[in-house]
């Protein structure tokens, strides 16, 4: 085969390894980035501090000061404009807020809060942050959620 | 936006119907694969070039004014049930955008005679056509948050 059809046969491979990668992973919640390292680092120095002051939802609160917090829990969606699956995650996450009690939806533009997305490693769109009545990460995904996999998040909230 | 209700029309503003990008990227894919396969000969480089003139339309007008979605109004959607929703044409004409810079470095690859470059960057453009025929998955618009992150302030 020439170097051309060696290329073609090797992106074909790519291109199927990595969808079927992203269709398995996309809208698990998985885990959490670990932002308290970071934040562990400077908490030692204010230990005067409550956590709730270092929670993910004060950063998204002062980079969003209209933006609800849920008694139970807050489903923080980070979206862009040239973005075809936030649509739908934006229908599912309303449609569990207003289905659970306690619960609010928040959608953040990404790029125009650079500064947030980075402190609290959000690389793609949409990803959905699970924070809880503290206002503290619980969980994430990343890609669109469906209904379900949501409320099961919900559950570790 | 009015308030009129229409019958047709499920969201505000000029919304498209998915599998329109969808057919387009499967169309992309097959053409950037015959290229691979061609070039660096002038009929394989040719095909590339034709290409990248079906990115520039999609890049500029949408991809809903390029000659493959033309085909798939014509050929596919009369067989199709109609859509479950429409889409926001803007992320498909972003990743036509994406696919356009990719073709052009392969044009200049292969016009200096520099052909890995040319190959490779046909890949990279296969690469994403098919993840978008395949999965519906748009690399372009990830890469655009990416970009963001890190070029701006």
């Given amino acids: 085969m020439s170097t051309g059809a060696w290329i073609a046969v090797a992106a074909v491979a790519v291109a199927l390894a990595v969808g079927t990668y992203r269709l398995l992973t996309d809208g698990r919640f998985r885990g959490t980035r670990s932002v308290v390292e970071v934040r562990g680092a400077s908490a030692t120095s204010l230990e005067t501090t409550s956590p709730d002051d270092q929670s993910v939802w004060t950063d998204v609160q002062a980079a969003m000061p209209d933006a609800v917090a849920g008694e139970q829990a807050t489903l923080v969606q980070f979206s862009s404009a040239f973005c075809a699956p936030c649509r739908a995650t934006r229908r599912v996450l309303t449609e569990v807020a207003d289905l659970v009690p306690g619960v609010t939806h928040v959608e953040v533009d990404a790029e125009h809060h650079l500064e947030l997305v980075r402190r609290l490693g959000v690389l793609r769109t949409p990803t959905t942050l699970v924070l809880d009545g503290a206002g503290n990460e619980v969980t994430r995904a990343t890609g669109a959620p469906r209904k379900e996999q949501v409320l099961a998040a919900l559950g570790r909230a | ?153």
């Fill in chain 2, 1 to 153: 936006m009015s308030t009129t209700t229409t019958h047709h029309a499920p969201i505000a503003g000029a919304g498209i119907d998915p599998r329109g990008p969808q057919a387009a990227a499967a169309i992309t894919a097959v053409v950037l694969v015959v290229v691979l396969l061609l070039a660096p000969s002038a009929l394989g480089v040719a095909l590339l070039a034709a290409q990248a003139v079906v990115f520039a339309v999609g890049s500029t007008r949408g991809v809903q004014h390029t000659p493959y979605s033309w085909l798939f109004r014509r050929l596919i959607r009369p067989r199709l049930a109609p859509p479950a929703e429409l889409e926001d044409p803007a992320p498909p004409r972003f990743a036509q955008t994406v696919g356009l810079v990719f073709a052009v470095i392969g044009l200049v690859g292969f016009g200096s005679g520099v052909d890995l470059l040319g190959q490779v960057a046909t890949a990279f453009a296969l690469v994403a056509a098919l993840l978008n025929a395949v999965f519906r998955f748009c690399l372009g618009c990830e890469m655009y948050l990416l970009l963001k992150r890190a070029t701006a302030r």
